[in-house]
């Protein structure tokens, strides 16, 4: 069985008449990925590159650092894709197999290259360090490989070419591959590609549920190309409209139409669209209305606040924040000490009076109180992902309670997306 694979192509091979484009494989290597000490950052990076090149992604696959699991997912690799890009396992070490495993599978003999040893000295030299003889061994070539040049690493990559077929091998380090993927390897597929190229523009949506937005933009799910998909995410359901051509100024007007319909039918429920952050979008709303915001928090610990000034220029529109983590602290900030004794720190009433107290002291437009249980254990009987968020503007407050029983990272996230949710729909409605 081929460890760890699955298939994408029903998400992004699509067809257009002429289309003739690779069919591409990502290899992520390393036992540290199987045991979920690392995330791969790797495939995610490689992958969001691929539809500017027009490169069909069909299958990714996860394999640690052993010989015959790592050179069984090659050869199974070599079969079927016409592009292979494998990242890690090319270091100096014992368990560094990628060469080992490409060569085996190739069936070519591995022997050190004068020049790749002459340069591997030269840079520990440069550096004024000896080189160790065990990394004599990422000098190793076959030949059918062209070595890839990495400065920012000891370890070259491989570009393979035979039988058709091209397998790239980068280095596991990301700001290694990144930079060998920008400059080596992104530029030479570029130049091989005949395929046209993928392009996606994605629709934002708030407050409607995955279900019903898939019920609302059924009328546009039957066309192939451009495609429709819809995903829950943490910041809302995204609507994605994906198209391929030969060129990105076709594949824009492919998708141009559809996105109209898209947007007739979802509305005001859409807050963004592709790489558009909440944050960045309900600042921009502060900023073009002269509005301030500040907020008191207590169970996110301050994370509203950081992410709201994630954003660059935050400073025109936020003005500070508190973090109220007792109900002393709260108190000596100006929230009614009888309503905390009354309904408990974890209440609806006591997260509308946070937003009115920081509001008043720091004399701002909208302000933003949280309280809640973000675990592991309950408070107050409440149970854990119990969540109280008030926006107080002077003329009233608004508040949304919910319970949302995961961990504690993620209950505290969701508390902060759903805060600038609340604070976009007052900005909507001013």
């Excluded at 290597?29 to 069909?56: C, F, H, K, V």
Aim: glycine fraction near 10%; include cysteine; charge should be negative.
């Amino acid at each position: 069985m081929l460890p760890c694979a699955r298939r994408l192509d029903e998400a992004i091979a699509l067809d257009y008449p002429g289309a003739a484009s690779m069919r591409a494989e990502i290899i992520s290597i390393g036992t540290e990925i199987l045991l979920g000490e690392i995330l791969d950052t790797n495939a995610q990076y490689i992958a969001s590159r691929l539809p500017a090149l027009g490169i069909d992604l069909h299958w990714m696959t996860q394999v640690g650092d052993n010989l015959d699991r790592l050179s069984e997912a090659l050869r199974r690799a070599w079969e079927r894709s016409d592009l292979i890009l494998a990242t890690g396992g090319l270091g100096p070490t014992e368990d560094d197999l990628t060469r080992e495993a490409i060569a085996a599978v190739l069936d070519e003999p591995l022997s050190v290259d004068g020049e790749m040893e002459a340069k591997l000295r030269a840079f520990f030299a440069s550096r004024g360090i000896a080189m160790p003889e065990r990394n004599v061994k990422q000098a190793n070539l076959i030949p059918s490989c062209r070595p890839i040049p990495n400065p920012r690493g000891t370890a070259p990559g491989w570009w393979v070419e035979r039988d058709g077929r091209i397998l790239v091998a980068m280095p596991g380090p990301p700001v290694e591959m990144e930079r060998m993927w920008e400059k080596e390897v992104a530029p030479r597929l570029t130049e091989m590609a005949a395929g046209g190229v993928i392009v996606s523009r994605t629709l934002k949506t708030v407050g409607i549920g995955e279900g019903t937005v898939d019920e609302m933009v059924s009328p546009l799910l039957a066309s192939a190309n451009p495609r429709l998909a819809v995903y829950a995410k943490a910041d809302g359901v995204h609507v994605r409209i994906t198209a391929k051509a030969a060129s990105r100024e076709e594949a824009q007007r492919l998708i141009a139409p559809m996105e109209e319909e898209a947007r007739g039918i979802l509305g005001k429920t859409i807050w963004g669209a592709d790489d558009e952050t909440l944050e960045a979008t309900v600042g921009s709303m502060l900023r073009e209305r002269g509005l301030s915001v500040a907020t008191m928090e207590s169970c996110t610990g301050g994370l509203l606040a950081s992410t709201i000034t994630d954003v660059a220029g935050s400073s025109s529109y936020f003005k500070g924040g508190f973090v109220a983590y007792t109900a002393e602290m709260k108190i000596a900030l100006g929230v009614d000490e009888e309503l905390v004794r009354r309904h408990g720190v974890v209440s609806q009433e006591v997260a509308r009076d946070m937003a009115r107290a920081v509001r008043e002291r720091l004399g701002v437009d909208y302000g933003i109180g949280i309280t809640g249980v973000a675990g592991p254990e309950p408070l107050e009987d409440k149970p854990v992902g119990t969540i109280h968020i008030a926006l107080d503007d002077g003329r009233g407050s608004q508040a949304i309670s919910y319970t949302f029983a995961q961990s504690r990272a993620a209950i505290k996230r969701r508390a902060v997306t759903t805060a600038l949710f609340v604070l976009r729909r007052a900005l909507l409605a001013r």
